[in-house]
């Protein structure tokens, strides 16, 4: 049995049977730090505390938040969305508390805020991490009074909600700086969940592929897709940067553009090509090629060299550190071994 078909059939079972599901309110994996992750969300659904979601961008903090709402107490209530880095912080204010006529140019009549809309239920803010300082003042009496005014009012508005946050910075770094209020952070985190990046929880990459190629396969109404060996050998040796947002885009992409049912490594985007898996490195032999020790290792080191480069945007100091050698000696190979920073990487070898 295929390990697509496999993963198929455990997607396809009652979860709810076993202790460790691989389906959870819409996320997706069988991994220790996602098991703990779904654990976590059974157990604070139950109650009103304020939790915060981190990780990366991409890693499914929003879906986590859904999660939390439509497993509590509150999911007949509204759940409100918020991304707080995607408004203006002029704007932010106005959208999160509402305002009244004539507040500001343009404000020709009064305007409900999130935060009423959320009444009775849940709102979530995304990148809270975004938001200034000023405004954050505002935000924390809101969350612990559950009272506000609106912009350009006086009328003090209670609301009954739920708050929950997620941010892909590292607040307590922001705090250190003075872009992120502490007294803040302690009310948003009372209950903290992190998320992990999909490069720390590659064993979920097979049960993800299968998830989305089936969902896809619903939707476009035809076959399931599978991939084939080296083709998922290439999807486990991947480091995911976009997380599990670019994998399910990824998996559109192949389920569109792929004219057959087994996708093969060729069908993978060029990103995903250039990997170098261990079975690759060993299947390269320099003997089979004509080539002498010397040239053979001139070679592997220009490899090396250059893959240190790009991975450290071409800063020598931070390459040489990478490579554990002095910056002169780097400098020195980089002119003998005559790299230059337009020349691609050498295919099928890596060491990093």
Same mark, same amino acid.
């Given at each position: 049995?295929?390990?697509?078909?496999?993963?198929?059939?455990?997607?396809?079972?009652?979860?709810?049977?076993?202790?460790?599901?691989?389906?959870?309110?819409?996320?997706?994996?069988?991994?220790?730090?996602?098991?703990?992750?779904?654990?976590?969300?059974?157990?604070?659904?139950?109650?009103?505390?304020?939790?915060?979601?981190?990780?990366?961008?991409?890693?499914?903090?929003?879906?986590?938040?859904?999660?939390?709402?439509?497993?509590?107490?509150?999911?007949?209530?509204?759940?409100?969305?918020? !991304?707080?880095?995607?408004?203006?912080?002029?704007?932010?204010?106005?959208?999160?508390?509402?305002?009244?006529k004539g507040a500001f140019t343009?404000?020709?009549?009064?305007?409900?805020?999130?935060?009423?809309?959320?009444?009775?239920?849940?709102?979530?803010?995304?990148?809270?991490?975004?938001?200034?300082?000023?405004?954050?003042?505002?935000?924390?009496?809101?969350?612990?009074?559950?009272?506000?005014?609106?912009?350009?009012?006086?009328?003090?508005?209670?609301?009954?909600?739920?708050?929950?946050?997620?941010?892909?910075?590292?607040?307590?770094?922001?705090?250190?700086?003075?872009?992120?209020?502490?007294?803040?952070?302690?009310?948003?985190?009372?209950?903290?969940?992190?998320?992990?990046?999909?490069?720390?929880?590659?064993?979920?990459?097979?049960?993800?592929?299968?998830?989305?190629?089936?969902?896809?396969?619903?939707?476009?109404?035809?076959?399931?897709?599978?991939?084939?060996?080296?083709?998922?050998?290439?999807?486990?040796?991947?480091?995911?940067?976009? !997380?599990?947002?670019?994998?399910? !885009?990824?998996?559109?992409?192949?389920?569109?553009?792929?004219?057959?049912?087994?996708?093969?490594?060729? *069908?993978l985007p060029e990103s995903v090509?250039?990997?170098?898996?261990?079975?690759?490195?060993?299947?390269?032999?320099?003997?089979?090629?004509?080539?002498?020790?010397?040239?053979?290792?001139?070679?592997?080191?220009?490899?090396?060299?250059?893959?240190?480069?790009?991975?450290?945007?071409?800063?020598?100091?931070?390459?040489?550190?990478?490579?554990?050698? !002095?910056?002169?000696?780097?400098?020195?190979?980089?002119?003998?071994?005559?790299?230059?920073?337009?020349?691609?990487?050498?295919? *099928?070898?890596?060491?990093?």
């Open positions: 049995m295929s390990l697509g078909v496999m993963q198929r059939e455990l997607l396809s079972e009652d979860t709810c049977r076993g202790e460790t599901p691989l389906s959870f309110m819409g996320l997706v994996g069988q991994s220790a730090p996602m098991q703990r992750v779904f654990k976590t969300i059974g157990k604070v659904a139950a109650t009103d505390s304020s939790v915060l979601i981190t990780g990366e961008s991409g890693t499914g903090k929003e879906l986590i938040a859904r999660a939390i709402h439509h497993m509590s107490s509150r999911k007949n209530g509204p759940l409100v969305v918020i !991304n707080c880095g995607a408004i203006p912080g002029e704007l932010l204010e106005s959208e999160l508390f509402g305002h009244e343009g404000a020709h009549r009064s305007r409900m805020g999130r935060f009423e809309m959320a009444h009775g239920g849940t709102i979530f803010l995304d990148e809270i991490g975004d938001m200034s300082p000023g405004l954050q003042v505002k935000l924390l009496r809101a969350i612990q009074e559950q009272t506000f005014e609106r912009v350009g009012g006086t009328q003090s508005i209670h609301v009954d909600m739920r708050v929950l946050s997620a941010t892909h910075r590292d607040l307590v770094s922001a705090i250190g700086t003075g872009d992120f209020r502490e007294d803040l952070y302690y009310r948003l985190n009372v209950i903290p969940i992190k998320v992990p990046p999909l490069r720390e929880r590659k064993e979920d990459i097979p049960l993800l592929c299968s998830y989305f190629l089936d969902r896809l396969a619903a939707r476009f109404d035809e076959e399931t897709k599978t991939f084939s060996p080296a083709a998922q050998d290439l999807l486990l040796a991947y480091e995911w940067p976009g !997380n599990i947002r670019e994998l399910e !885009n990824m998996m559109e992409r192949m389920a569109v553009m792929s004219e057959f049912s087994l996708i093969g490594e060729e *069908d090509r250039g990997i170098r898996t261990p079975e690759r490195v060993l299947a390269l032999n320099p003997l089979h090629n004509g080539m002498g020790f010397a040239e053979a290792v001139d070679l592997y080191q220009k490899t090396l060299i250059i893959e240190a480069l790009n991975r450290c945007g071409w800063v020598k100091a931070k390459a040489a550190a990478l490579l554990k050698m !002095n910056r002169t000696t780097l400098v020195e190979k980089i002119k003998k071994l005559q790299i230059v920073r337009e020349e691609p990487l050498p295919t *099928d070898l890596d060491f990093f």
